[in-house]
Every structure is written in C-alpha cells, then in structure tokens.
C-alpha cells in the first residue's frame, strides 16, 4: 500500500508564493505520473497540475499555466508544486495523487492512490 502525505499548505497573501511536498512511502513507489488537484469549498474537485514520473513530461490547468510549477524527485520519491502568484480563487485543499497505470491520463478516475490534502489559503 502506498501512502501520500501532503504538506506545505498555509494562509498566505495575495501575490505571495508556497510549496506544497508529497511524500510517497510505502511498497515500491513507481507510478505512472502524479498530479496534483484541488477542491475549494463548495465545489468538485480539479486537476490543477501533472508530471509522468520517468520522462517529467508536465501538463497544467489554464487556471495556473504559468504560475504554478510541478516537479518531482525520483529517488526521494517526493513530488512538488510551487505556486507563485496566488490569487484567492486559488484557495482550496490540495491533493495529490498517483496513477498507476502505464499511459493513464490526469483524470481522478485514473488515479489509484490519494493523500488527505493540504489546506491553501490566498487572502486578499
């Protein structure tokens, strides 16, 4: 059983930045990618961000496209979302999840394992 642990998450002004970690533990960690989505209160969860875990090909929501960066580390089996430029639509819990299906797209319904999530909190 694999096990995703989010962290990073805080309140931070709008215009500043934050990093969200995922930690991975477990058996053999070698998913296919990771994202990471999100969900503001009162509405469904989003795909915000998603790296392949061997090439590091990226793909982004056009909400954070140019703002936000994913990256991971193999050997530390961690993945990383830094975020610049918060706005307070980016407010939500963050999550993220791993697929472990070779050649499974950034959809939830893709994705075998989830962390908790991480509180974000952008204030005007």
């Known amino acids: 059983q694999v096990q995703l642990v989010e962290s990073g998450g805080g309140l931070v002004q709008a215009g500043g930045s934050l990093r969200l970690s995922c930690a991975a533990s477990g058996r053999t960690f070698s998913p296919y990618r990771m994202t990471w989505f999100r969900q503001a209160p009162g509405k469904g969860r989003e795909f915000v961000a998603t790296i392949t875990w061997n090439s590091g090909a990226t793909y982004y929501a056009d909400s954070v496209k140019g703002r936000f960066t994913i990256s991971r580390d193999n050997a530390g089996n961690a993945v990383y979302l830094q975020m610049n430029s918060l706005k307070p639509e980016d407010t939500a819990v963050y999550y993220c999840?791993?697929?472990?299906?070779?050649?499974?797209?950034?959809?939830?319904?893709?994705?075998?394992?989830w962390g908790q999530g991480t509180q974000v909190t952008v204030s005007t």
């Open positions: 999840a791993a697929a472990r299906s070779f050649g499974g797209d950034y959809s939830e319904k893709s994705h075998d394992d």
